[in-house]
């Protein structure tokens, strides 16, 4: 038997029993240290460094009795030197795909400019297929999900509200500089880009046609955009959001 501790935002998948204290860790033989703690619950999508007797240590490390662990996420980073860290450096392009109840999350994401992949229709390994293909971040309410070997990066939100999950993916990955609302499709994910209004006329209602001049158009699945009350109400959103995310 080893005993083991979890600090920070890991504790979030511990029972309230074992939150930010050391309890008895249990195993037979000499399991990956992964596997001892996903077997708690913990994804290794958001663990960043492992200590053992107070030593670095790889997942694939495996547990004798007596060890002492301790498990960090990425939030300790600066605590540690970098050649510890279990975590790959993010990609420099930051595009997510999201688990099928998320999306009105997806829709929020987009909005705000940020390459977000999402079907209805997704399974898990589909999303894990597309998240390795593409260097994508998985975002999902099924830890499981999180725990699978193809997950390079990934984050589990803690909140069922599509707007506090949009302000945990923005503060967790610090992307609160790399806004640029109005630049993707919220329905397919597209590039909008603007366009004539003699090229989207076909497109436009009467009253549209009649009291607005300036659109824009998805390159992917043409769907036409007009700054209208829905524009309105996307510019509060994103003004509410960007006083939230600052707080």
């Known amino acids: 038997m080893a005993t083991i501790q979890f600090h920070g935002a890991l504790n979030d998948f511990l029972p309230p029993r074992w939150r930010n204290a050391w309890f008895p860790l249990s195993f037979k033989g000499k399991p990956a240290v992964k596997d001892a703690i996903e077997a708690l619950g913990v994804p290794h999508a958001e663990i960043d460094v492992i200590l053992i007797n107070q030593t670095p240590v790889a997942f694939q490390y495996g547990l004798h009795p007596e060890d002492e662990v301790e498990v960090f996420p990425v939030s300790y980073r600066h605590h540690f030197p ?4 279990l975590q790959p450096e993010l990609p420099e392009e930051i595009r997510f795909v999201l688990d099928v109840h998320l999306g009105k999350l997806a829709r929020n994401l987009r909005m705000l400019g940020f390459d977000s992949v999402y079907e209805k229709t997704y399974r898990d390994q589909t999303i894990t297929q597309i998240a390795a293909a593409e260097n994508r ?6 830890v499981g999900l999180l725990k699978q070997k193809a997950v390079k990066w990934g984050y589990w939100l803690r ?3 599509p707007e506090t999950q949009l302000l945990e ?19 397919c994910n597209g590039t909008i880009r603007e366009v004539s209004k003699e090229s989207v006329l076909e497109y436009l ?19 036409v955009y007009w700054k209208g009350s829905h524009f309105d109400r996307m510019e509060a959103f994103i003004r509410d959001f ?5 707080g």
């Open 159 to 161: 909140s069922q509200h």
């Open 137 to 142: 971040i998985v975002l999902t309410r099924d």
């Open 82 to 85: 970098g050649s510890v860290f």
């Open 169 to 187: 993916v923005i503060r967790y990955f610090h992307l609160e500089n790399k806004l640029q609302p109005f630049t993707r499709c919220l329905e």
């Open 242 to 246: 960007k006083n939230g995310s600052s």
């Open 205 to 223: 209602p009467p009253k549209t046609r009649q009291f607005f001049n300036e659109f824009y158009q998805c390159e992917t699945c043409r769907r």
